[in-house]
């Protein structure tokens, strides 16, 4: 090992930032070659250089000199990063393929059917709390109305709101929501 790299994972286990950057100035055509190699939708030049930074860092941390070279330490660590990435958005690719519907099958039954949707989780964090506190009483009822605990005919039959106002409170909690958790 170089005694300048040594010298450098040294001060990067120290915590020093610029060594890190020194280290990984080192290395960059390294991380071009791993660029080179692999290509992941929507990952840019600057996103690798992000990820091969994080995992420069993370190998001096972690690297003993006893056990091996430093940079074919990192070569694998990068190397096993960019698969990890490749797989993840194959796994994506796969899984679209695996609710597709083919057009015999359309044809055989007529209608295609959706995949089941999973029910609405709701939030109880600090974002889901302060929403809630910032509704009316009529837009908590309607809330209610909207996740399915209350039925709009109980609201109006027995907590006395008219059919019009509810409606218009569900319309407003509704778009409240949106803007708020999404």
Not at 90 to 118: C, F, L
Request: aromatic share 10%.
């Amino acid at each position: 090992m170089k005694a300048r790299e040594k010298k450098l994972i040294k001060k990067v286990k120290a915590g020093d930032s610029q060594a890190l950057e020194e280290l990984f100035s080192l290395y960059k055509p390294l991380v071009g070659a791993v660029v080179k190699n692999y290509y992941v939708s929507h990952y840019e030049w600057k996103d690798w250089q992000q990820d091969a930074m994080i995992i420069c860092y993370e190998t001096a941390l972690v690297f003993n000199s006893k056990k091996g070279d430093f940079c074919s330490f990192y070569r694998t660590k990068l190397f096993n990063h960019a698969r990890t990435l490749v797989r993840y958005t194959m796994a994506t690719r796969r899984k679209i393929n695996h609710e597709a519907v083919s057009w015999e099958m359309v044809r055989e039954h007529g209608q295609i059917s959706e995949p089941m949707q999973s029910p609405l989780a709701i939030p109880v964090d600090e974002i889901y709390n302060n929403f809630v506190k910032n509704l009316s009483r009529l837009e908590l009822i309607s809330l209610q109305t909207i996740l399915g605990e209350i039925s709009m005919e109980y609201a109006i039959d027995h907590l006395g709101i008219e059919a019009i106002k509810l409606v218009r409170a569900r319309s407003r909690t509704l778009r409240k929501m949106r803007k708020v958790l999404f």
